[in-house]
């Protein structure tokens, strides 16, 4: 049997209830998330409950992207997450693994590929 922990978050940014300053969604800390590396996302709601995991080699980019494009498995529930939590993991197999075991293991609610526990 092979023993899989999830990583700890390396950055962990919150929503704002009225931002002063420019914000995508209530979120003002994207510059706290690696423009460069690659790793893990976890999208979570106020309940802490795991909304969507996702994974990237270019960690900001890819998660303004699911706040602001058209094709975003989110995009219907954007206004549902209030927590990203990032985890920085450079090996693209190591991404892969980890998101496809956090889904599973913790159910996120709005992944839909690569889900073996409906």
Do not use: W
């Not at 950055?11 to 994207?30: A, Q, R």
């Not at 790793?39 to 309940?47: K, L, Q, S, V």
């Amino acid at each position: 049997m092979i023993n899989i922990t999830i990583p700890k978050p390396d950055v962990t940014i919150t929503k704002k209830d009225n931002p002063e300053l420019s914000n995508i969604y209530g979120f003002t800390d994207f510059h706290l998330i690696s423009r460069d590396k690659g790793g893990i996302f976890m999208f979570y709601n106020r309940d802490k409950e795991l909304l969507f995991v996702g994974k990237a080699r270019k960690l900001r980019q890819r998660i303004k992207k699911h706040f602001e494009d058209n094709v975003s498995p989110i995009k219907m529930h954007r206004d549902e997450v209030t927590k990203i939590a990032v985890c920085l993991v450079e090996d693209p197999v190591h991404r892969e693994i980890y998101e496809t075991y956090i889904i599973n293991e913790l159910k996120a609610k709005y992944n839909v590929d690569k889900v073996f526990f409906r």
